[in-house]
């Protein structure tokens, strides 16, 4: 069974940077065909898509937040990171970390999710 | 404005049936599969379709998947006030070399 656990701090100031980590346990964070990805949900509305890599390093960015976002994956430490830059209130959201399966595009596990504020 | 639409809302009575609808367009539903997840109050989102129609292990079989043209279709029947959640579609867009996510439709159990 796979587990995701998204960490990080819960509170980061506008224009600053968030960064987020994901640890992977009971599966390869290495096998090929796997994404591992980053959605957030904002207070009252629905999921967003935010992006993700494959191990092989492709990436992919929703293109909405494409030039703020960084992606990066730590085989070593069976991590996988998100950077947002210069956030603002609306950045504000739980965000989960997820593993997509490429060949048929469906996130099949998730992380529990971790809440960040984006205040002063 | 989410490039999936779904309605924002529906709500049946316990027992009874409900469809949720999902409307993309060919670079996304119309070539790729669709997947639906549900998101009880204060947890993740969890995984009920996949590939138009498969459900994953411990899903029962009151949930089912349905594709046609560039739109998909979740069904849930016995409905139970547990169903009481948010539910979205997702799936890959050709266009924005992105997934993408519907804004979600919340059902209600009456």
Do not use: M
């Amino acid at each position: 069974q796979v587990q995701l656990q998204e960490s990080g701090p819960g509170l980061v100031k506008p224009s600053e940077t968030l960064s987020l980590t994901c640890t992977v346990s009971g599966g390869s964070i290495t096998s090929s065909g796997y994404f591992w990805g980053w959605i957030r949900l904002p207070p009252g509305k629905g999921l967003e898509w935010i992006g993700g890599l494959y191990y092989s390093g492709s990436t992919y960015h929703n293109p909405s937040l494409k030039s703020r976002v960084a992606v990066s994956i730590d085989t070593s430490k069976i991590q996988f990171s998100l950077e947002l830059s210069s956030v603002t209130a609306a950045d504000t959201a739980v965000y989960y970390c997820a593993r997509w399966v490429g060949a048929s595009g469906h996130f099949d596990y998730w992380g529990q999710g971790i809440l960040v504020t984006v205040s002063s | 404005q989410s490039v999936l639409t779904q309605p924002p809302s529906v709500s049946a009575a316990p027992g009874q049936k409900v469809t949720i609808s999902c409307s993309g367009s060919s670079s996304n539903i119309g070539s790729y599969s669709v997947s639906w997840y549900q998101q009880l109050p204060g947890t993740a989102p969890k995984l009920l379709i996949y590939e138009y129609n498969k459900r994953p292990s411990g899903i029962p079989d009151r949930f089912s998947g349905s594709k046609s043209g560039t739109s998909a279709t979740l069904g849930i029947t016995g409905l139970q006030t547990g169903d009481e959640a948010d539910y979205y579609c997702g799936a890959w867009d050709s266009s924005l070399s992105a997934g993408i996510f519907g804004g979600g439709t919340k059902l209600t159990v009456l």
